[in-house]
């Protein structure tokens, strides 16, 4: 993450400011002004975010607005009307920072917090989140991302979060660590899905003292998911994993102290009963990170042995410019990827062949023979540069989270190993 986030700065200067001042409010003395500008001046650093992470996920231009209400809603301040409208919505919280306050200076927690949540905000940005409001220690945001597709939003919102929580895990907590921060900082991150009929769009207040927001069961549950979420992790509401039909490899039960699976960490807490007296019993998992990050585009993929393109197409052999980015958007049904592996080879081999494995997950996939999974050989083909490339087009049948594995083969034998590449489908 250190290439899209930049260097999380703990400066020793910082540091050292920040002492100086704790010595100084021990012995009731004030702070000296030339450390609040230098930690200010520090602090005034913008990061380029937002235009590296829409470069990785195939998103052009920026995304610049303002915080508060919705662009898709503005219009309800004047009308005073309401509107359903789908939201996919993330909580994202700083765990840990009140401790910060007991043991270092208020300028420097106010450094640490505040570059926590720019990185934040700028990721939201990135992925077509609209920042709807700053809490203290949280950021709540609305996806909108596809008026269209529902799913885009969802997608947008869990890929914002998973990048979120790997930059904290890389970058923020071993530099806090290395510099004598031994409080346990971290961030929580809650989202959820509500559909069309689902969230109410309106203004609360009246004018002057007003603001438009969005009322849903979905919003309320992505707040207490935030908060029940692991340290560093993100948790998902049953909405948002039923409408992308993810599966048991990339979300998971929220486990206890000792490792347990309890039905008190499958279920929301509370767990309120309907009108009838029942317990909800709504579902809440938690991203599997390692594994959906590691599918997510980075700027390493250059470097692997196998570069792996794709492009949308509706049928095999004809021509398109929609150029597909792994994990990035849901593609529509009966529609369909070309893929494309380009490597080189050691030596001049005989039989240069490259491996596409399709391995399907999902409701759909599953009522299908072994989930509709299966495997091409293809015949490599090599370029002037002296490097090949090999084309396997696949139709998009079945809604969810499909993998394309790629190796290649010399002579019948795999001289590169698979690599993975995730599509939405729906």
Not at 93 to 109: C, H, K, M, N, W
Not at 234 to 239: A, F, P, Q, W
Request: hydrophobic residues 35%.
């Amino acid at each position: 993450m250190k290439e899209v986030f930049g260097s999380f700065e703990m400066e020793p200067q910082i540091l050292k400011s920040a002492q100086a001042m704790d010595s100084a409010r021990s012995v009731g003395m004030v702070a000296e002004s030339a450390s609040l500008e230098q930690i200010s001046n520090i602090e005034s650093h913008d990061y380029n975010i937002q235009r590296k992470l829409r470069e990785l996920f195939g998103k052009s231009g920026l995304n610049s607005t303002p915080i508060g209400g919705h662009p898709h809603f503005d219009h309800l301040k004047d009308s005073g009307g309401l509107e359903n409208g789908y939201a996919t919505t993330l909580f994202v919280d700083i765990q840990g920072s009140t401790r910060l306050g007991v043991f270092y200076a208020p300028e420097l927690v106010f450094y640490i917090k505040n570059q926590i949540i720019k990185c934040a905000i700028e990721a939201i940005l990135a992925f077509d989140g609209h920042v709807h409001r700053i809490m203290g220690d949280a950021v709540l945001a609305f996806f909108r991302s596809d008026g269209n597709n529902p799913r885009n939003s969802a997608i947008d919102a869990i890929n914002c979060g998973s990048v979120l929580v790997q930059f904290i895990r890389e970058e923020v907590v071993p530099k806090l660590r290395l510099n004598g921060l031994e409080e346990d900082v971290g961030i929580r991150v809650g989202i959820d899905y509500g559909a069309e009929k689902t969230v109410l769009w309106g203004m609360y207040g009246y004018t002057g003292v007003s603001e438009v927001t969005a009322t849903s069961f979905h919003v309320d549950i992505a707040a207490k998911l935030q908060q029940s979420a692991p340290r560093n992790r993100v948790m998902l509401g049953e909405s948002l994993v039923n409408l992308l039909d993810l599966h048991d490899q990339v979300v998971e039960v929220k486990r206890g102290k000792k490792g347990e699976d309890t039905i008190d960490h499958k279920f929301v807490r509370p767990n309120y009963t309907d009108s009838n007296g029942q317990p909800m019993n709504y579902r809440q998992y938690v991203i599997s990170q390692d594994k959906y990050f590691g599918l997510l585009p980075s700027p390493a993929d250059d470097s692997l042995p196998i570069r792996i393109e794709s492009t949308l197409k509706n049928k095999a052999g004809i021509q398109s410019d929609d150029k597909y980015h792994r994990c990035s958007r849901s593609i529509k049904q009966d529609h369909g990827v070309d893929f494309k592996a380009l490597f080189y080879t050691v030596g001049n081999p005989q039989n240069v062949e490259v491996k596409f494995r399709v391995e399907n997950h999902g409701t759909q996939a599953s009522e299908e023979s072994d989930n509709g999974n299966h495997e091409t050989v293809v015949a490599a083909r090599q370029r002037v540069d002296g490097s090949y490339f090999a084309n396997r087009w696949e139709g998009t049948s079945y809604i969810g989270l499909h993998y394309m594995f790629v190796s290649v083969l010399e002579d019948g034998v795999v001289r590169i190993p698979e690599q993975c590449y995730g599509v939405f489908v729906g």
